[in-house]
């Protein structure tokens, strides 16, 4: 059975400007349509920093490994970075490699709002799959895959 685990987390001072700023120039950069898309974004990066920190501290090889091959695989770390890049890591990292962003970073839409249309509708293909979730992580091996299966007329 699934373990359901919460996936992101509310900011602890709810009415802070600065913050609140800080969020809304990203969500407009992003093409986000909630904050709760941001947080899950930085809930994301927050496992990855944790379990960084975890295996600074253990020493653990294997597990270290394992982490550093998924990130470069993602494509949030070069191959040959350690896990002090990975405490380096920013939510910006994190929203570059969603696939909405990917979209329109290779043109295939002319703004972000517009990518997350096409992903929703069912005209962007991954891989020669179809692909409606704006919010999924391209991996590295997958962005070249990346096709619109729109009439231009």
Excluded: C
């Excluded at 059975?1 to 009415?15: E, G, L």
């Excluded at 969603?98 to 329109?104: I, N």
């Excluded at 692909?131 to 091996?141: A, D, E, R």
């Amino acid at each position: 059975m699934r373990r359901i685990r919460k996936t992101f987390s509310r900011p602890k001072r709810r009415w802070d400007k600065k913050a609140i700023e800080e969020e809304r120039k990203l969500m407009k950069e992003y093409g986000l349509r909630r904050k709760k898309e941001l947080w899950k974004a930085k809930e994301i990066l927050r496992r990855f920093r944790q379990r960084a920190r975890e295996l600074i501290a253990v020493k653990d090889k294997e597990k270290e490994k394992a982490l550093l091959e998924k990130l470069v695989k993602l494509g949030l770390l070069k191959p040959g970075q350690g896990l002090d890049d990975i405490l380096a890591l920013t939510v910006k990292d994190i929203l570059e490699r969603r696939l909405q962003t990917r979209v329109f970073r290779k043109g295939l839409a002319n703004t972000p709002k517009q990518a997350r249309q096409f992903i929703v509708h069912g005209h962007i293909y991954v891989d020669g799959r179809r692909t409606n979730i704006p919010s999924y992580l391209v991996p590295i091996s997958e962005e070249e895959k990346i096709t619109s299966r729109l009439k231009h007329g």
